[in-house]
């Protein structure tokens, strides 16, 4: 079984930074494309950015240029670096496999964007 546990949540001001972790259990992060999703209240699911095995990597229109996906295949973690962030990027932040068949999901971590 796979287990995903993700954390470096919190309370940031807009325009303000923070980087999300991801351990995983059970599996290498390495043998598949991984993807962080986040989920508001009231609003469905969204991926937000994936790596492949390889290491290529694609964003939603919405943090292009502000996030950053990466993987640190020694430790079988995944990151995500978000930057300048808006009020609008307030959910909870999930890492799973990218792709319609995923792994069980964790409990996320909850970002908060307010000033």
């Known amino acids: 079984q796979v287990q995903l546990v993700e954390s470096g949540g919190g309370l940031v001001q807009p325009g303000g930074s923070l980087r999300l972790s991801c351990a995983a259990s059970?599996?290498?992060?390495?043998?598949?494309?991984m993807g962080w999703y986040r989920q508001a209240p009231g609003k469905q699911r969204e991926l937000v950015a994936t790596?492949?095995?390889?290491?290529?990597?694609t964003y939603t229109d919405s943090v292009k240029g502000r996030f950053t996906i990466s993987r640190d295949n020694a430790k079988n973690m995944l990151y995500l670096q978000m930057n300048s962030l808006v009020p609008e990027d307030t959910a909870v932040y999930y890492c799973n496999k990218a792709g319609f068949i995923r792994f069980s999901w964790g409990q996320g971590t909850q970002v908060t964007v307010s000033s």
């Open positions: 790596i492949t095995s390889g290491g290529s990597t």
């Open positions: 059970g599996r290498a992060v390495s043998d598949y494309p």
